[in-house]
């Protein structure tokens, strides 16, 4: 199976494991850097990282008309290029201990640009690759991703430990170098070698796939529930511990690591999707429920196995979203493959930025309003048992059951 994969996607996989090394590197420190230096409430700061997302859904809007005109290579390398500019510039703010506000200008431009430099990367791959090794692709993509997700929290915890600037500056770098290694990897595009329309009447009939759409809308309470693993978490453990910026990014290196080694292993396992979607929700839901139950007894050594428990909600759900998002939305349906997989990719970005801009702010204030932690993350993690609940239905009044052997 892994022989069937293009060699493409292992070079998009390491571009973007770069990328998302410096990107964690240095954004998982900003609510602890407005928490702890600049002295806002943790609803304050889960509101600006929330508004900043809520921005980024307008990237995820043109991204697909975007990649159209100008192909998904061309696009991937300027706005990511902008992106380490911006980071710069975050940097540069932070250094010179400027007004928070700010840096505010700087995340949005950062959020907004997301949708548009990783629209066209995962599209490129969902085209490169058919429905018989699609998870499998998906799956080495989030891995690597994910291995920059490990490392650079902890990476990121030593710099901030010296100076909060300096990983800013460090994703700065990382992310140019990443576009260097696209220009030099990537050599075509699909809106040459792959003949797709996106238009108006292309979008009218994209959206008439009701499975997709409720499958889609749904799968916004994963995306909320892996928002809370940055700033509701982050804040939470450093008001409630005081713990480290070195504990905290070994916290996320085992979040990062697990998915690393497990996310490939877990989907050549797991063949039935729905299940693993479900099973992810309600591990989700278990884990960020013992969280507040390790934290009423201050056990911060537990939180670990919180972390487990969470990463492997994560690894289930994830991957398994992202295909059957794929595969409904091409069920019966008269586009060809370019166009839907533009279109997938765009929509699953904007429902993903949805509940990243949604999850930090309903958590943020849910921290500010009530002070036990058994209450706090019982309320936070119940968006896993909607979502189980909902798919349930979803998947009841749906008269074929998707997996990986039949579809």
């Known amino acids: 199976m892994l022989k069937s994969i293009p060699y493409t996607v292992y070079f998009l996989t390491i571009s973007h494991m770069l990328i998302a090394f410096g990107y964690t590197m240095s954004y998982v420190f900003i609510p602890v850097y407005l928490f702890e230096v600049k002295h806002l409430s943790a609803g304050i700061v889960g509101s600006i990282t929330g508004l900043a997302t809520f921005f980024g859904l307008l990237g995820w809007l043109p991204a697909s008309f975007l990649t159209q005109k100008m192909g998904e290579k061309l696009l991937m390398i300027v706005s990511f290029t902008i992106r380490s500019l911006n980071f710069f510039f975050l940097g540069w703010i932070i250094y010179f201990d400027l007004p928070y506000l700010s840096l505010i200008p700087f995340l949005l431009l950062n959020t907004f640009l997301m949708g548009i430099s990783i629209s066209p990367l995962e599209s490129y791959i969902l085209n490169i690759t058919t429905k018989d090794n699609r998870n499998i692709a998906v799956s080495i993509h989030r891995t690597g991703m994910n291995i920059g997700w490990a490392f650079g929290p902890f990476v990121g915890g030593i710099l901030a430990h010296i100076n909060y600037a300096l990983p800013f500056f460090g994703t700065f770098a990382l992310t140019l170098f990443a576009v260097f290694l696209i220009q030099l990897t990537i050599s075509s595009n699909f809106r040459n ?109 537990l939180i670990f196995l919180s972390m487990v428990i969470i990463t492997i909600g994560e690894i289930l759900s994830v991957s398994a979203v992202y295909t059957l998002a794929s595969f409904f939305a091409k069920e019966n349906s008269e586009l060809d493959d370019g166009t839907i997989n533009s279109y997938v990719s765009s929509f699953i970005g904007f429902i993903r930025s949805l509940g990243w801009s949604i999850g930090p702010i309903i958590a943020g204030w849910i921290q500010d309003w009530f002070h036990s932690p058994l209450l706090i993350w019982f309320l936070s993690a119940s968006f896993g048992i909607i979502g189980i609940l909902v798919f349930k239905i979803l998947f009841y009044f749906n008269s074929s059951r998707f997996n990986n052997s039949n579809t």
């Open 193 to 301: 070698s792959k003949s797709y329309k996106i238009s108006y009447k292309s979008f009218k009939t994209f959206f008439t796939q009701k499975k997709f759409l409720l499958f889609s809308l749904n799968s916004l309470n994963l995306f909320i529930l892996m928002s809370l693993l940055i700033t509701p978490l982050s804040v939470f453990l450093t008001s409630h511990f005081q713990i480290s910026k070195m504990d905290l990014g070994k916290l996320y290196l085992l979040n990062g690591l697990m998915v690393s080694f497990l996310q490939i292993p877990f989907s050549l396992w797991i063949k039935d999707l729905y299940f693993s979607v479900q099973a992810g929700l309600f591990l989700y839901f278990v884990g960020y429920f013992s969280v507040g139950f390790f934290s009423e007894f201050h056990h911060l050594e």
